[in-house]
């Protein structure tokens, strides 16, 4: 079972440039979601989509678009990216957006701006 | 809006010890709850949830978790940790503002290292 997968794994950008991270799910998930995790900051939101076709801004959205390509692809695009930007990715997903559901992550992209 | 907070960055247990971990909340009302765990390289894994009714809950990998109302607390716990628990360990709490994952807030996490 793959469940949620991203790509790429490792990333290294330079300043200004732009990259889209890609994920999907296979469980026929409604809901997906992109957070970042920054050591001693935990994990942060930035956007997410409830369902397809749909999507909204979480805690941390500047410098990033989102897009739901279909059910099972959610992507994430940094247009310009900037130093602050260097963090580990995660995208998730649940069977649907309310906060009680079980989120599913994917192993993470490791990306630095320098 | 609620807020989670784990005291603990690191905690070193040796193997074969009992573990604890402290996760507080702030929440008006009765949240939802979660601890995740993150192995080295890897994305987080539910272990356990508490949502309402017995407040000792089981989760997977012998842990389980007790909800004290008057304490904000949800700690984490198992009697006897095995190398292979060491992992980054996450505390989250829901709110019921039906807004969706904005209402789900993760603590900052506690790196757990098991001595031999």
């Known amino acids: 079972n793959a469940g949620v997968t991203q790509t790429p794994k490792f990333q290294v950008l330079k300043t200004g440039q732009s990259m889209t991270l890609q994920c999907a799910q296979d469980?026929?998930?409604?809901?997906m979601y992109w957070y970042r995790q920054d050591p001693g900051m935990g994990l942060r939101l930035i956007y997410y989509?409830?369902?397809?076709?749909?999507?909204d801004k979480g805690e941390v959205p500047n410098g990033y678009n989102v897009s739901r390509l279909n059910k099972r692809e959610f992507s994430l695009r940094l247009e310009s990216a900037a130093p602050s930007q260097t963090s580990v990715y995660f995208c998730?997903?649940?069977?649907?957006?309310?906060?009680?559901?079980?989120?599913?992550f994917g192993s993470g992209t490791q990306l630095s701006v320098l | 809006a609620q807020s989670v907070t784990q005291p603990d960055i690191h905690i070193t247990v040796s193997e074969g010890a009992s573990l604890e971990l402290r996760c507080n909340y702030s929440?008006?009302?009765?949240?939802?709850l979660f601890w995740y765990v993150q192995s080295p390289g890897q994305g987080l894994q539910l272990l356990l949830k508490y949502f309402s009714g017995d407040t000792l809950v089981q989760g997977i990998k012998g842990f389980e978790a007790e909800f004290k109302r008057s304490q904000s607390s949800f700690n984490l716990r198992k009697p006897s940790v095995h190398w292979s628990d060491a992992a980054e360990y996450f505390c989250a709490v829901g709110d019921y503002s039906g807004g969706g994952a904005d209402g789900l807030t993760f603590g900052k996490g506690t790196h757990l290292i098991i001595q031999p």
């Open positions: 998730a997903s649940s069977v649907t957006v309310a906060t009680n559901e079980k989120l599913f």
């Open positions: 989509s409830a369902s397809e076709g749909t999507t």
């Open positions: 929440y008006g009302a009765t949240p939802y």
């Open positions: 469980m026929n998930h409604n809901s």
